[in-house]
């Protein structure tokens, strides 16, 4: 099993492009997650897509677009980007409700806007 | 808002020594608290979690303490070895919920 995969692993963005962050998982996990990694900050929450079908903003979803594809993919779209959303971003997934399972992250990607 | 307080952000500690630490959460109905791992450049993997039916829970060199009352946890790392070293982040949430809220991270280094 790969686990969770997520494609490109860089990117260099100019402000205003746009690009989708593929996420993929084969565990059959039910709920996935985008967070984004800055230094300092910890690991925060952009959108969550609880089952096939439905999707949920977290803490910092404000530039962001997800699209929850099929029970095994879930995409991160930036419609505009802006310098501020340099970071890393990480997918996960969980078998059930994220809130009292293990999340398993993917590899990342890093993400640069100039 | 919910939040999670971790303490210190950076801790050295000589190999063989114990390390421990803190986190403080702000909403009383969390009740999972897991424990990742991040080395650099990787992906974070979570090394041991607990939930709050239980106040302590052990893994070989690792274990966790949950204080209810207090609103804290801790992770306590014993005999460290330079493998030790990586970012270590807690993280609270609330069963039927989808949300962790993490902690900032600690950056751990075990001195050869």
């Known amino acids: 099993n790969a686990g969770v995969t997520q494609t490109p692993k860089f990117q260099v963005l100019k402000t205003g492009q746009s690009m989708t962050l593929q996420c993929a998982q084969d565990m059959n996990h039910n709920s996935m997650y985008w967070y984004r990694q800055d230094p300092g900050m910890g690991l925060r929450l952009i959108y969550y897509s609880a089952s096939e079908g439905t999707t949920d903003k977290g803490e910092v979803p404000n530039g962001y677009n997800v699209s929850r594809l099929n029970k095994r993919e879930f995409s991160l779209r930036l419609e505009s980007a802006a310098p501020s959303q340099t970071s890393v971003y990480f997918c996960?997934?969980?078998?059930?409700?994220?809130?009292?399972?293990?999340?398993?992250f993917g590899p990342g990607t890093r993400l640069t806007v100039l | 808002g919910e939040n999670v307080e971790q303490h210190p952000s950076t801790l050295s500690v000589q190999e063989g020594d114990s390390a421990v630490i803190k986190c403080t959460y702000s909403?009383?109905?969390?009740?999972?608290f897991p424990w990742y791992k991040q080395e650099l450049g990787k992906r974070p993997q979570l090394i041991i979690d607990i939930r709050s039916n239980v106040g302590e829970k052990k893994d070989q060199r690792i274990a966790v303490t949950l204080n209810k009352t207090a609103k804290h946890f801790s992770l306590h790392i014993t005999e460290t070895q330079p493998e030790d070293s990586a970012v270590y982040f807690c993280?609270?949430?609330?069963?039927?919920?989808?949300?962790?809220?993490f902690g900032t991270g600690t950056r751990l280094k075990v001195l050869a």
């Open positions: 909403d009383s109905a969390s009740n999972y």
């Open positions: 993280a609270a949430s609330t069963r039927g919920t989808y949300k962790y809220i």
């Open positions: 996960a997934s969980s078998v059930g409700s994220g809130g009292w399972n293990e999340q398993f």
